[in-house]
């Protein structure tokens, strides 16, 4: 996983509620690639071919690296896909009203930033579609078109292994010196334990 610092471009507005990780990959249904099968039922006509009404098959949204949305981003089932198909396709942050849990977990777990925005961010990203956006996940902040900073919130554990690129295995193996430290430290367990 690479280090996730900052990122700075359009954020592409897809203004529907509760798109569900059937819609961000709908696996089986689709061409069999992640980064195509994204949002397949939206982005794809019946015969096949791209949908040009679709807001991530127009510039200057197409490969934009933030995605804008509204509430309950990546409802439905946990399949981890769903982040992985964004990725495919170049996001490296979301920013929505609100995120299913599972969703949100699988994103910071792989690298994808979820930024959850109150109602006025929202509306003040909204204003200014195109426009770049930059998401600061060290002072975690967002800096809108206009100039206009905004806080956002995220897990300090989750915020530590993005910035390091590293998942929570890697953090776990990274703490074997202090295990073995406090393992010398507090000698061998006694009791207790079966044998």
Same mark, same amino acid.
């Given at each position: ?14 203004? #529907? ?5 059937d819609v961000l990959y709908p ?8 980064? #195509? ?9 019946? *015969? ?21 949305? +509204? ?24 920013? +929505?009203l609100s995120f299913a849990d ?22 003040? #990203? ?9 998401? *600061?996940?060290?002072?975690?902040e967002l800096t809108l078109a *206009? ?14 292994? #993005? ?17 073995? +430290? ?14």
């Open positions: 996983m690479e280090a996730f610092t900052v990122v700075r471009g359009p954020a592409a507005p897809l203004m #529907l509620p509760d798109i569900n990780t696996g089986r249904n689709g061409k069999g690639d992640l980064a #195509l099968d994204a949002f397949g039922p939206l982005r794809y006509l019946p *015969d096949g071919s791209e949908n040009p009404s679709f807001v991530l098959n127009q510039d200057p949204f197409r490969g934009a690296p933030i995605l804008l949305t +509204a509430q309950n981003f990546g409802c439905g089932s946990s399949r981890e896909h769903a982040v992985w198909a964004l990725q495919g396709n170049g996001f490296q942050a979301v920013i +929505a599972i969703f949100r977990g699988n994103a910071l777990k792989n690298g994808l930033l979820p930024v959850a925005v109150d109602e006025s961010v929202h509306t003040r #990203l909204l204003s200014a579609p195109g426009s770049a956006v930059t998401v *600061d996940l060290e002072a975690q *206009d100039g206009t900073g905004a806080s956002f919130v995220i897990d300090p554990f989750a915020r530590y292994c #993005l910035l390091n690129g590293i998942d929570e295995l890697q953090f776990l193996l990274g703490q074997e010196e202090a295990v073995a +430290a406090y393992e010398r430290r507090m000698g061998p367990l006694s009791g207790g334990i079966p044998s």
